[in-house]
Every structure is written in C-alpha cells, then in structure tokens.
C-alpha cells in the first residue's frame, strides 16, 4: 500500500512539473517569437551587458535574461535556458534528483518539440557515458507531457524539417561520411578553444566593474555592425532551413565568432540554435565541395555538432529521428561519437564528469 501511495505521489509531482514546465515553455518560446518579429534592438547591447556583469543571475531569472539578450540581439540560443528552466521547476517540486532530470527532459523536450532526444538528454548530459536506468520512465513521461501540453494546450508551433532518405551505400560514401565526421569535429574543436580564449582575455582585461559590462557591449555593438556579422544577429532561426537547399559555409564561421563573442563577453542563453546553425551550414559547405546529398549532409551537421559538444550521442541520435526521420539514424550516432571524442574532453557544460569506464581524449 505504502508504494503504491509513493507511486500516485510521483506520478501527480511529475504531471504538476511536466505541466508547470511546458507551460514555462511556451511562454519563453512566445517572448522568443515576439523579439524576432520586432527587431534586435542592438543599441540596448552596452546597457544589458553592464546589467549582466554587475550581478549574478539566478537561476529562476534565466527566462527574462535570455529574453534580454536576444532582445539586443547576441547570437545566443535557448536549450540552456529551458534545460535551467526545468531543472529549477524540479527541484521545485523535490530536492530528488530524479525530479531535476525530469524538469531538464520536460524544459528540453517542450522547447524543440523533441521529446525523446528531451528525455535522453538529461539522462546523459551529468555524466558522460552513463545513464540512471530508473529515470528513463520519468525523463520519458515529463517529456512526453510537457512537449503535449506546449503544444496542445497553448499552441506552440515548431518548424518542419524536411524528411532525409539515404542513397546507395558505397566505400566511397561511408569514406566521406567518415571525413565529414572528422570535419565537424574539428569545429568543435575550434568553437571551444575560441570560447576559452575570448572568455580568458575578457577576464584579464584591465577594465573592470561597471565598465566591463559596458565594454561586452560596445565590443558586440561594433561586430554586429560589420556587414558579414549582420545574419548573425538574435537566435538565427530564420536561417535554419537554408542549408538543406544552399550551401553557404561562410554564415557557419561568422555565426561560430558571433556565438563565442556573445557568450565569451557575459550575455545569457544557449548554444543549441547556434551550433544547429553552424553545424548545418558548415555540412551543407561540406557535401558541395565532396559531392554528399546537401539535405543529408546538413542533417547530419544539424544535430551531431551539438551532441558531440554536449557529449549526449543518443539524445542527437534522437533529434536528428524526431527532426528529419528515422533512415539515417546510426549516421547520426556514429558521427556524434566522432565529435564528442574528436572536440576534446570539455564539452559546453563544465560540470560534466565522465564515466570511469569510457576512454578520455587526451586533450
């Protein structure tokens, strides 16, 4: 009797969460579409960044934070903000972490409409390489609700992806795969190490305080002014459909700068969007130099370059199903693994440990 009571007690905290955090959702995803339908107001950029370097941002502000950010446009994304979303709803509810795993899966899943790669990727994204086998039905079920609640309750809508078909297997082909992988995750590589960089140079530089925020500012003030930085304004998702039909590696490297000098310098949000955008475009570049299906080659750079760098292959493996389709799923597994092991061992999440069993990059 005394687990069956336990059981009913879980099961109303997770649909009170689940709801609570789609709901949190899809009100994110309103403020998101109503600064990307009224402009990025970049003159805003000095004032929002003194405001983030003059005090700490907890993390139940992390929504009108991110807001801000975009509203003056840095180059930042969202899954950050719903993965603290949900975390900060969960622990809401208990202090067990299986309702912080639940909370991350419901804010992931309800935010991209991806309620499997949602639930998979709190699972992996603590440690690498290992996953709580007792959270899975919760992770699925607060995903699953939360995403139905976005949509069906308030009406959010998500972009449509065109559906992926795979041509015929070669040697050739997987020869190419195989290069793609290794060129992903060299951008990988150089996104981090240029996030480091830029965020190492900030912290030394002699303008300190109020001033420094201000300066964050100024500096992407300036970036955004120069004529190739200007599609990489705000979260981008007007572009994210281009690279299935044109390759235009060019936006990856401006946007992978942008991203950097956005976050480097202090300003709130996500790097999912940003990565979607820079992992795609630099694909879609990628297969016009080497012959591979562009639609293909964009879907495979779409989702692997985020989930190499998040270190969650089978939460990627799973957005690139839920996104494109379920033909080229192992490609999407396989080329996850290239770049999670080809970046480095710092992913996009500092605290990340890694299992003790798996093999470490050495670098």
Request: glycine share 12%.
């Amino acid at each position: 009797m005394a687990q069956i009571k336990a059981f009913l007690t879980n099961l109303g905290l997770l649909v009170a969460l689940s709801f609570a955090t789609g709901s949190l959702s899809s009100l994110f995803l309103a403020g998101l579409d109503w600064i990307q339908h009224n402009g990025s107001y970049l003159y805003a950029l000095p004032l929002v960044g003194l405001i983030f370097q003059s005090f700490k941002v907890p993390a139940y502000l992390i929504i009108p934070a991110t807001w801000l950010s975009h509203l003056a446009g840095a180059s930042v994304g969202r899954e950050g903000t719903a993965v603290t979303m949900g975390k900060v709803v969960g622990e809401k509810f208990s202090d067990v972490d299986l309702f912080s795993k639940a909370g991350m899966a419901a804010g992931f899943a309800s935010v991209f409409g991806t309620p499997l790669a949602g639930a998979f990727f709190a699972l992996e994204v603590g440690e690498v390489g290992k996953i709580n086998f007792r959270h899975i039905p919760a992770c699925l079920f607060s995903a699953f609700f939360a995403n139905y609640v976005s949509l069906h309750v308030y009406g959010t809508k998500h972009l449509s992806y065109p559906a992926i078909f795979l041509p015929d297997f070669s040697g050739t082909f997987y020869a190419k795969l195989a290069l793609l992988g290794l060129f992903l995750a060299l951008i990988a590589f150089l996104y981090k190490r240029s996030e480091s960089i830029i965020i190492s140079a900030f912290d030394k530089s002699p303008v300190q305080g109020y001033l420094k925020g201000i300066l964050a500012g100024l500096i992407l003030f300036g970036v955004f002014n120069v004529p190739v930085f200007h599609e990489t304004i705000g979260l981008g998702s007007e572009f994210l459909l281009r690279p299935f039909e044109n390759a235009t590696p060019d936006f990856a490297l401006w946007k992978l700068l942008a991203t950097n000098l956005s976050l480097g310098l202090g300003f709130k949000g996500g790097e999912a969007t940003p990565l979607f955008l820079i992992g795609s475009h630099a694909a879609s570049g990628f297969a016009s130099w080497f012959a591979l299906p562009i639609g293909l080659s964009a879907a495979i750079g779409f989702v692997t370059l985020y989930g190499g760098l998040a270190k969650t292959p089978l939460a990627a493996t799973f957005l690139g199903m839920e996104l494109f389709g379920p033909s080229a799923w192992f490609i999407y597994f396989i080329i996850t693994l290239i770049v999670l092991f080809g970046s480095g061992k710092k992913g996009i999440f500092s605290n990340q440990t890694w299992a003790d069993y798996l093999p470490k990059p050495i670098y």
